[in-house]
């Protein structure tokens, strides 16, 4: 029952599974305000036992490392999480005021403030247990036949949980100016199919674990102890055939594997017992002629399993998947039964406390209508203005590095720059506010609030089909702690919340914070250019603009990126993987080179030599390694390592850089040192 937006290369700052941070109070008190006080470069927090030229990110980092341990109910701890602390003080202050009463009935303040207190109400949500659902188990109990499954499958897709599979509604990607229907693969409980496929003992151990889980979901909602084990080893068994028909995360990186578009008769007569005409209708999507059919061989088996599968068996699947996307809004029970099992992947000791996910989910729920009293707190305009400069000096430094560039042609060179001029940033907050007015949020469950405002989105993006693209459009909300490109769009995004210290800090130099806001601004850009977004053209549609010399060119030296990250171990027998990481690795290298020629341009205007005993490139390199600074779990670790196309953030900080002659000389490093390859290995791209 959840939905990943397609496309959206965000740079997660704040990885692997939980978003949230550890210093306060119990549950209901007060918090008091940690008041990091972080600075965007810091030498305290350096390693100097370690050579610079050795371990780059261990001497920037090893001291804050070393006083900075993992917090109980966290899996990792790193920069966004220090930042998201901040947040969380300042979210809970503007929560806490909306839900102080008075606010007229369908306002954002009361939508808002209802939302929040709803979801900290743990006496109603305890002594309503499974009620909020009990409609939709009944539903489920009474199903008599593989069309009432169907029929409800259908319902909760309207209501925007992907049970089974995914419909999203997105721009055609061969056609941006207008939006269409694909669908995707999925119906999995684990995190992607190989989960399913590994044939280690460890990946073993975790799919018993998972059906011990499956298991006890279902005992506590209804199945005696014999009928839950048989449900989920059936359960299990389904999921498995899905998992096999499923494409890799690898293999879903190729944009194309989203495209395939079909006349719906076509799709009907692929599927027999899955009639795509009726399911359009349901979703009020019966004027659509054709959608992306994304992934055939997954709804072939679909279409078999429909027809195989036993009625009980679907009947708890449907039980299962629902309680597994609505737990973490249940009673106690169900939320500690989700945290077991969740923990496994994260290594997280604790749950986090309640304001903090209440927090996290009205954000996630109502994004817009937080971010809207968020930003009138937390960005003053000044900090608009110089994120405006920088992206034009990042800009005018990658056309100049594209100018350059020796193993391009003309031709793909000159489409190169004009995609660079027509990319469009967006910064802060959305000029035009989302309209929540349709969506309903009141007091009668904390679930009831959770499934309203999904639903109103789910309704929001079906909506857009035939309708003019909406170029105002944000996919984060300004609160959050991270930012984007879309290549569909030509568009990099920054909400308001990355633009703070220590990831940007107004006090500091630019050295520091090219270093880091800088090249993340350039990470973004370059997403246009990695193996991923060099797809799309200026207009964001996927057109070929390469000539065939020029793609061979370029895939010659990726390679040599993906062979390096290949050899990077994360834990003993762990490597990262180059491939699944590649874009996001090229984002990297690519982001920090341009940064850093930026930057060279900043230093005519203004040269303030060195500061606290760096020069401005060293400063600049360790603000870099400094916004990567990150402890993780083993267990988070492995997650990252299997499932995120972003590599983990040692070989994030010290994998480009050993690209770099301009970070050897910064500091000195010769031939033969771990921080300098040699030039055969070195993957010299953008
Ligand atoms: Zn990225």
Redesign the pocket.
Known sequence: MRFAPILL????LLTAGCAGTGTDTADDGIPENPNTNARGLDRKNLDESVSPCEDFYRYANGSWMDRNPIPADQSTWGIGNEMQERNYFLLRSILDDASDAGAAKGTNKQKVGDFWRMAMDTDTIEKQGLEPLQADLDRVAAAASADDILAIITDWHREGASVLFGFAIFQDLMDTTQYIGYAVQGGLGLPDRDYYTRDDDESAALRDKYRNHVARMLTMTGSDEAEAGAEADAIMALETRLAEASLTNVEMRNPATYYNIQPVDHANAQTPRFNWSRYLEAMDLGELETFSYAHPKFFAEMNSALGDTDLDTWKAYLRWHLIDGFAPYLSDAFVQANFDWTKELSGAEELRPRWKRAIDQTSGSLGEALGEVYVERAFPPATKQKADEMIENLRASIRSRIEQLDWMTDETRSQALTKLESFVSKIGYPDEWRDYSPLTIGTDSYVANVRAATAFEAKRNRDKIGQPIDRNEWGMAPQVINAY?NPVMTEIVFPAAIMQPPFFDGGMDDAVNYGAMGAVIG??FM?GFDDQGSRFDADGNMKNWWSDADRAAFEERTARLVAQYNGMEALEGLNVDGQLTL??NI?DLAGVTMAYYALQKALEGENPGEIDGFTPEQRFFLAWAQSWRRNYRDEALKLQVNTDV?SPSMFRTNGPLANMPEFAAAFGCKDGDAMVLAADQRADIW
């Open positions: 290369l965000a740079l997660a490109y990470h973004e997403h874009g996001e984002g972003h």
